[in-house]
């Protein structure tokens, strides 16, 4: 009791004391570092009650000397009675540095995290033990994570010559920034971290509003055709407008789920047609009756249970199954035995059943499993697995993804899954090519010459990754000599630079046999290879024409490469004359 009466007295003398320091370090500025060794906390720790014009005093020697401020701050936050002025001046300093950065258009900085006071959350911790929770609130640890990727997608645009991918990352910059004012806003009560960064955050919509109207200027002065084709990559859902046709094949899927015939489902396409993209629609056109579970086998080598991809099956199911909100029955054996995995499959027939859901396995690239067969790390079983669960499980479906017919890929194949159901992805139809290139995002301008399009769909035979391809590289030449429309002669430079710049023709060369090629050569040459074929070619021609790499010729009198494009590089490139 003496010792608590002898204390009270000396709170009001160092309160006092630290508004005395406040008072001389806003007239002499200058004296800040050496006001800042006279703290009264730095040398007496026992004061429980929050000095008032502390925080200040921190703000102002953040401000002037970060570096010493950070210590200051870290200091005062473990010391008795002083962690709420440090809290508070920590969050001024943010705050202004935030506005300041916005101001200066420091995007990059704030995206990273490297300005003063803007450290990630922890590493202001890793300088000293503070007690309980971290220096800055939650609330200021989330809103400025928020600006930091505002930030980043600011960043991002203020470094790209594409218009239409500026504005993107404005646009998504703008909704991050616009929701949390909007959140903000509406709350009944708001934290003081969230009072304080409402106006922060309103700085920075107000630098994404001059970054738009700045772009506007540009697209009025320079227009530019949007860049918005994407050969090569699989197009996800939210690249809705690229994804045309294919509505048949997901027809013919929902009334092979429907069946009563549960039979193993393959999807065979030649590469780049647009596989790996319908798996990515086929929730939306399958409908919420069915689960999608897609998993990809492209790099299984590099899988820890690459050997047991039953269980990687297991994996991918019981993730889906916790989406559907199904968490009890989401509990696979884990076992290296195919069976267990199979009986757990079983064991959710009956529930899915009274759910009235169905589960597709889709797996794509499954030629990843023979490339491990023939390393002598994968093991054909897994094909048993497949085929006995066609056999016995009616609401989960397997689904087969691969640009490689059973004949192939080897003879394990055809033997195990010989009831396979085979589905067969096509080129696009002409009027769902002719809609992917003029109708890619709406509004899109009108680029090409007379007669364009059809020139292209010729050339490119339909095939989805080909008219992209081109029309991404005519774009980018019509965005260079800044125009919006094409001549003939921007189609020929496209179409030769898609020539070139590809490494489809040479995958699907490799893919073929010795007499395939042949035969391929002697089409792309005109060669009359037909006066005196072998059994060999025959056999050729027919495997080429089943998997859609050649054709009848319109008047049905000869056979022809399907893919024109195809047909020149193997005349320019490809087969050795």
Known sequence: MILVLFRLPAIPLETLWTAGLRLVSRIRPGRLQALARWLPHRHHDLIYVPLPFLAGFLVDLGEAYPRMGREAILEAATSTGQRRPAQKALLELQARRLERAARERQFAAVAERTLPFLERPGALESDAELPEASLPGSDQVRLIQVIAEAAKDLDAASSTSVHHQRREFLRKSRRRLQGEVDTLTAAPSISRAQRRFLPVLRTWLGVVEDEEADLARLERDSPQVPLVFVPGAPVSQTEQSLFVGREDVAQQLDQDLATERPVPLVLLGQRRLGKSTLVNFLPRLLGTGTRVVARSFQGLSGEELKDQPHRLIE?????????????????????????????WLESLEEPLEARQLRLLVAIDEVEGLERGIKDGWGDPSFLDFVRAAGDRLLRTRFLLITAQPFSRLGPHWSDRLISAQIRRLKPLEEEDARRLLTEPVPNFPDIYPDGGVERLIEATGCHPYLLQLTAYQLVQRLNTAQRLKATDDDLTAALDRAL??????????????????????????????????????????????????????????????????????????????
């Open 315 to 343: 994996l991918e199911v019981q993730t889906e199954l916790m989406k559907a909100g199904l968490r009890e029955l989401a509990s696979p054996p884990g076992s290296s035995a195919w069976s267990k995995t199979l009986r």
């Open 500 to 577: 070139e710049e590809n490494n489809l023709f040479q995958n699907l060369w490799d893919d073929f046999t010795e007499a395939e090629r042949q035969l391929m050569a002697a089409m792309a040459r005109g060669g009359d290879w037909e006066t005196s074929p072998t059994t060999e070619l025959n056999r050729a021609r027919t495997d080429l024409a089943r998997e859609l790499y050649i054709r009848k010729s319109a008047d049905e009198d000869s056979w022809q490469i399907s893919v024109p494009l195809f047909a020149e590089w193997i005349c320019e490139i490809g087969a050795p004359s």
